[in-house]
């Protein structure tokens, strides 16, 4: 049996890098702040190379996670290529 090992493409970047809110729109700072009143928290932000950041937070009381779009709207995040809808 071979295992197979995966690198982490963060390499020594954090999961939520300081200063985080500059690499934010206004809309998804405020879905944000808006959901940690719920609980939630804020999980990490993708940033791939010439690409918009990929801002996730996590609801702790039900294990479910979010994606956070430009425009502050919510869709369920289980990966970036999966098929995914807005609410």
Not at 68 to 79: A, Q, R, S, T
């Amino acid at each position: 049996m071979v295992a197979e090992v995966f690198k982490d493409k963060r390499g020594r970047q954090p999961e939520v890098p300081f200063g985080y809110e500059s690499l934010l729109t206004d809309a998804q700072r405020h879905a944000i702040d808006s959901s940690r009143n719920f609980g939630w928290s804020l999980h990490f932000i993708r940033r791939p190379l010439f690409q918009d950041p990929t801002v996730v937070m996590c609801d702790a009381n039900h294990g479910k996670c979010w994606q956070v779009l430009e425009d502050g709207k919510l869709i369920p995040f289980n990966d970036l290529r999966g098929s995914q809808k807005p609410l």
